[in-house]
């Protein structure tokens, strides 16, 4: 399982487009391709405008990556933690697709 870094400056993670009332769930991994092993951090429930978050990812490590599930399916995005990292468009966060 992915190592726990603590208190780190948080990666911050968030996003519009989404379905409202998904969950959306926030995975800690080694790797973009290691979804079993991945460390489940937390979930959130998309609002009625289709954004969520955001939400502070503080105990995530140099090196390892951000992957999200959608009510149970594995998204295509991913993302390289980083302390003080933000999504790559910083206006309007992870648009999660399958």
Not at 57 to 64: I, T, V
Request: proline share 8%; with cysteine.
């Amino acid at each position: 399982a992915p190592k726990v870094c603590t208190m780190q400056i948080p990666h911050v993670v968030y996003g519009v487009g989404a379905i409202a009332g998904s969950t959306i769930e926030i995975y800690l991994a080694n790797s973009p391709t290691a979804q079993s092993s991945a460390r489940s951090v937390t979930s959130v429930v998309v609002g009625s405008d289709g954004s969520w978050g955001p939400v502070n990812l503080d105990d995530g490590c140099a090196g390892q990556t951000i992957l999200f599930k959608v009510d149970g399916e594995w998204m295509s995005q991913s993302d390289a933690w980083s302390a003080g990292g933000v999504p790559p468009d910083p206006v309007y966060g992870y648009q999660l697709t399958p």
